[in-house]
């Protein structure tokens, strides 16, 4: 399999995407649609969407370790929570934040 | 026979005969069998394997960690390879450990909003909580009021950081060496170490 460049790096400001559904989706709802930050490169891993109709999950998707502002998620008030999960590659999209990070 | 003795507070010693789920999974078991893709050595075989994984593997990893700075630098880097290499215990899953260290500023707790992903590998079989829709769906949202009911309390200026583990990463919390253990072995170090304090609710201290 070619391995194909991972597209973000640490520090890119990413949206989640919205859809499309997708059978055993490992991006859960409560992030879709959320702006987060790309804290790290986890690698490459089959496709868990695929593997749980037992396809091989080729080719493998880039994954992400995303870091969101609880506070963003669940519109409270300012704080210095933080949400990590790990999203794939397909699930994501260049965007960019209004407010800055809390320090 | 007369009702005149006390009875312990005891699960059923005898169940109330297989469920649906239980009927499946040992006509499938059976049928695997019947068919030669597993022997029922092979099943006990994970079953032990399984068993024998407990929270003081885990212990055992964040005591050394706390003790040797060279270990923990690997145990950061490699998680995986640095413990099969320390320990001897056989390490090959297709998953990566991502350890996550607590410090005074940023405590870390772990969860599986999805499903029940957690670093069996190292802590065995996930606990009931762990695997609750109360405790799944509630601490990415209020994870503060969450850890006071596990009588973790944080200040404020403490981020706390849960990460959702949810794809092919399991995590484990390292958390702080409590004060007033300087100088204790290792074994003695890794007994105040419970499974909680690597979930991330709740932190070692001295008795």
Known sequence: MSEAPFRYSPGDVVRVRTGPPEPHCRTPFYLRGQIGVIAGIAGRYRDPSLMAFHKPGLPERALYRVEFRHHDIWQTEAGPDRIMADLYEHWLDPATRETPDAP | MPHDHDHDDHAPIEDAGAGEDELLEIAIRELLIEKGVLTAAQVNGQIDAMDS??????????????????????????????????????????????????????????????????????????????????????????????????????????????????????????????????????????????????????VPSVP
């Open chain 2, 53 to 202: 994984r407990t929270p003081a593997l885990g212990a055992q990893v964040i005591a050394r960690a706390w003790c040797d700075a060279d270990f923990r630098a690997g145990l950061i880097a490699a998680p995986l390879q640095t413990i099969q290499a320390t320990f001897g215990m056989n390490m090959s899953t297709p998953l990566e450990l991502v350890i996550l260290e607590n410090t005074p500023q940023v405590h870390n707790v772990v969860v599986c909003t999805l499903c029940s992903c957690y670093p069996r590998m190292l802590l065995g079989i996930p606990p009931a909580w762990y695997k609750a829709t109360a405790y799944r769906s509630r601490v990415v949202v209020e994870p503060r009021a969450v850890l006071d009911e596990f009588g973790l309390t944080l200040p404020p200026e403490v981020e706390v950081r849960v990460s959702d583990s949810t794809a092919d990463l399991r995590y484990l919390v390292v958390p702080m060496r409590p004060g007033g253990t300087e100088g204790w072995p290792e074994d003695r170090l890794a007994a105040l170490v419970s499974r909680d304090s690597m979930i991330g609710t709740a």
